[in-house]
């Protein structure tokens, strides 16, 4: 399959149109950004492990009866993927207080919930994605009752499955971003699941294996993403 033209670019990923009108090649960029892209960076091969990454993590949601854009990865950094709407709603879920609730509540980084907490952003960069309730959702016409349904049911089943593929790899799934798309009338999983969507720290030494390293200038990003990929891949 053959890229044909340039649809989107994103912060770490491109787009292309395919001779399919209903796939698109997902392009994997070396292209860091945080904080709503006013710090900006590389990590080098990012986007070549975040492809592997987010394959494997596809296949795996897709046996477990989640569905998602997946296809096929093509080569090192590009991977086809169904095309789909995209539901402008971030989702994130959480198993340990971090990042943004952390912020929000005044609350310390590392304190085990009692149970997943599941969070809608607006996705719109400039207004930084701000957190918004069901009621936003459904009242703005975001999403139908169904599909937040569907996307509040897929998102915790991605939590089940992913906390428990992670842990068997020494790794602790803190939280993480989803994003949902349309295809055909069906909501899908879209977009990428790797180090630069979810927080990701090692089981006995609690060090993070993640973006955070990058968002907190910590080191050793590419380090920690390969570290990633050699566990999940059993390297
Ligand atoms: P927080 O709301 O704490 O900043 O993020 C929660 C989780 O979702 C983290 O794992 C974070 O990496 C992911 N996340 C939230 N928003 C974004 C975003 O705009 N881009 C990326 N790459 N990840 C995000």
Redesign the pocket.
């Known amino acids: 399959m053959e890229k044909i033209k340039q649809i989107y670019e994103g912060?770490?990923k491109k787009l292309f149109s395919t001779d399919n009108p209903d796939l698109v090649i997902q392009e994997f960029k070396d292209d860091a950004t945080a904080f709503d892209a006013t710090k900006r960076g590389t990590v080098l091969n990012k986007g070549i492990i975040n492809n592997k990454l987010s394959e494997k993590i596809f296949e795996l949601l897709a046996k477990k009866g989640v569905p998602t854009h997946f296809v096929k990865r093509l080569n090192d950094r590009d991977m086809l993927v169904k095309k789909v709407e995209i539901v402008p709603i971030?989702m994130?879920v959480?198993n340990i207080v971090?990042?943004?609730?952390?912020k929000l509540l005044g609350l310390e980084e590392g304190i085990v919930l009692k149970e997943p907490v599941l969070?809608y952003?607006y996705k719109e960069?400039k207004l930084h994605?701000p957190l918004i309730n069901e009621y936003h959702v459904k009242a703005l016409g975001i999403a139908t009752d169904k599909e937040l349904e569907t996307i509040d049911k897929y998102s915790l089943k991605v939590n089940e499955e992913l906390k428990k593929f992670f842990d068997s790899k020494g790794i602790i799934l803190?939280?993480?971003?989803l994003e949902f798309g349309r295809f055909k009338g069906q909501i899908i999983l879209a977009d990428e699941i790797s180090p630069?969507?979810?927080?990701l720290w090692d089981k006995t030494t609690k060090e993070k294996l993640?973006?955070?390293r990058f968002r907190r200038d910590m080191g050793n990003v590419e380090e920690a993403y390969q570290e990633v990929l050699r566990r999940i891949m059993d390297i």
Do not use: Y
């Not at 971090?98 to 952390?102: D, I, L, P, S, Y």
């Not at 803190?174 to 971003?177: A, C, E, S, W």
């Not at 630069?196 to 927080?199: E, Q, S, W």
């Open positions: 912060k770490a971030e994130t959480r971090a990042g943004g609730m952390a969070e952003h960069d994605d803190v939280d993480f971003k630069d969507t979810c927080r993640d973006k955070d």
